[in-house]
């Protein structure tokens, strides 16, 4: 049985997720900004003597974005860090994924909902993805971006959206016709550790795992770089 640790940190919630031997725990706190100093504390909370593979943890999964720069770079040296003390493959997935699974779990959606996660860019600019939740699970209808919120380009889906995640605070300034078909607006919801699960264990069906080295955020913003652990803190 497949045992995942989950870390999402890419918004202000620090969230960390242990799913084993069919029972889930999940710390999720609002912690803008302390992401660096809660998240090990966290993971003790949830493993105190340390051991994954005693705990039955046989996958790390991680939100590699679009997000926060910082809180991005958090997650990935983290679970860089337990990847190679442990051995462990790694699986990357969307943060914006991630939310709409949160969406679609908290918020009971049914077969065929469209989901559209947003997430403020910060500089006037949304992060912003499509899923259609199809045969019990979401499939990613248009992939990850970013523009200004009054440029989001996406097909309409006659049958109405949910838009969820911290990129609705622009709504007002969305094109009419995206306002005009959301059936819910969410502002509040942030995406959950334990709502990577799903894609995880999809990318270990698919045979996509990273090693720790493999390990990367993603940014959207091309001209954004990435170090990998072993680069860190040297100096050009």
């Not at 609002?30 to 660096?36: A, E, G, T």
């Not at 997000?67 to 003390?85: C, D, K, P, W």
């Not at 699970?137 to 949910?162: F, K, S, T, W, Y």
Request: hydrophobic share 45%.
């Amino acid at each position: 049985m497949t045992g995942v640790l989950a870390i999402e940190t890419a918004t202000d919630a620090c969230s960390i997720a242990l799913l084993t031997r069919g029972e889930r725990s999940q710390l999720h706190e609002l912690q803008p900004r302390q992401h660096s100093q809660r998240l090990f504390g966290m993971l003790r909370e949830l493993i105190p003597d340390g051991d994954l593979r005693a705990c039955g943890v046989t996958l790390l999964a991680y939100g590699c974005g679009p997000g926060s720069f910082t809180g991005l770079r958090i997650a990935a040296s983290a679970v860089q860090g337990l990847g190679f003390a442990t051995g462990l493959p790694c699986a990357a997935v969307s943060t914006l994924a991630c939310l709409a699974q949160t969406a679609v779990r908290t918020q009971s959606l049914a077969e065929g909902a469209i989901v559209v996660p947003l997430l403020d860019a910060r500089i006037n600019e949304v992060y912003f993805s499509v899923h259609r939740l199809h045969a019990g699970r979401l499939v990613e209808v248009q992939a990850p971006r970013v523009c200004m919120p009054q440029d989001i380009d996406m097909a309409i889906p006659e049958a109405g959206c949910h838009l969820v995640g911290s990129g609705c605070r622009y709504l007002e300034i969305f094109p009419g016709s995206l306002r005009g078909s959301a059936l819910s607006v969410n502002a509040e919801l942030m995406p959950e550790a334990m709502d990577l699960e799903p894609f995880a264990l999809q990318a270990l069906r698919a045979n996509v795992l990273q090693s720790a080295v493999e390990v990367q955020p993603i940014y959207v913003r091309e001209e954004i770089s990435w170090k990998k652990l072993p680069e860190q803190g040297k100096r050009r």
